[in-house]
């Protein structure tokens, strides 16, 4: 029976803090559709999103690309099949590396240091300054970060998924002895609207996920230095969790017959 009872225990933990962030989620949302907007704090988020990401969202795809065209060669091979390899790389760095990898790299980024600097202002009172100024701390806090995560990881993604393409666009002229032509016409012969928009709207998903994890975290830690170090390593964690989940059902929502 103890068995059990932590069973129940940890399931109603979790609906418990599904259901705080879920209210946290929809608070936010309404107070991004009602003015005053911060623009200044919105561009701030989006040029640390997004401008401060591309490097590492680049280099991630780029060597993405070119794993993945040499290991489609390696197995495509063995089979005769070694002009499929265009097509296997423009898909899958489209449909699922591009939006998943950059998103994960962007909850590693982003999100830990949103949760990092929420959860200082939180232990340290300024949320609560905020309040006794008459300003909302959810407005001013969470708001931009949610709408730069809405829009700029699709840019990201975007970015990705271009020099993903020519990473393995590189491996297969420059190492693997493809013809340049051929590739390319291949590329755009097999890529269709649906697989570009399909990454776009995970990223999107994403992009609010990774925003919505490290405010939440953030905006309720407890406990000091050590409080500020749990809400980050949680909304990291919550953040590749939801991202992974996410994306099984958007792919299942795209692509199932």
């Given at each position: 029976m103890d068995f059990l009872a932590a069973i129940g225990r940890a399931f109603l933990i979790?609906?418990?803090?599904?259901?705080?962030?879920?209210?946290?989620?929809?608070?936010?949302?309404?107070h991004c559709a009602r003015p005053p907007l911060y623009l200044r704090l919105i561009g701030r988020q989006m040029i640390d999103i997004g401008y401060y990401s591309l490097p590492v969202v680049g280099l991630t795809a780029l060597f993405t690309g070119m794993v993945l065209a040499l290991q489609s060669y390696t197995g495509f091979?063995?089979?005769?099949?070694?002009?499929?390899?265009?097509?296997?790389?423009?898909?899958?760095?489209?449909?699922?590396?591009?939006?998943?990898?950059?998103?994960l790299m962007v909850a590693g980024r982003i999100g830990a240091a949103m949760a990092a600097e929420i959860g200082t202002m939180r232990v340290t009172e300024q949320i609560d300054a905020l309040s006794t100024l008459a300003t909302n701390p959810l407005k001013y806090l969470v708001v931009p970060r949610l709408i730069a995560g809405l829009t700029m990881l699709p840019l990201l993604v975007l970015v990705a998924d271009i020099v993903g393409v020519f990473g393995g666009f590189l491996v297969s002229v420059y190492q693997l002895n493809f013809n340049p032509a051929v590739y390319l016409s291949?590329?755009?012969?097999?890529?269709k609207v649906v697989?570009?928009?399909?990454?776009?709207?995970?990223?999107?998903?994403?992009?609010?996920?990774?925003?919505?994890?490290?405010?939440?975290?953030?905006?309720?830690?407890?406990?000091?230095?050590?409080?500020v170090g749990t809400a980050t390593t949680n909304a990291v964690v919550s953040a590749s969790i939801l991202i992974l989940l996410s994306n099984y059902l958007i792919t299942g929502l795209f692509f199932s017959k």
């Open positions: 979790f609906l418990e803090s599904t259901g705080r962030i879920v209210l946290f989620a929809l608070r936010a949302l309404s091979a063995r089979f005769q099949a070694e002009g499929a390899v265009a097509t296997v790389v423009v898909l899958a760095i489209t449909r699922e590396l591009g939006p998943v990898l950059a998103g291949k590329t755009w012969e097999f890529l697989d570009v928009v399909s990454g776009l709207v995970k990223a999107s998903v994403f992009g609010f996920f990774v925003a919505l994890m490290g405010c939440y975290h953030g905006y309720h830690s407890r406990g000091g230095a050590e409080g």
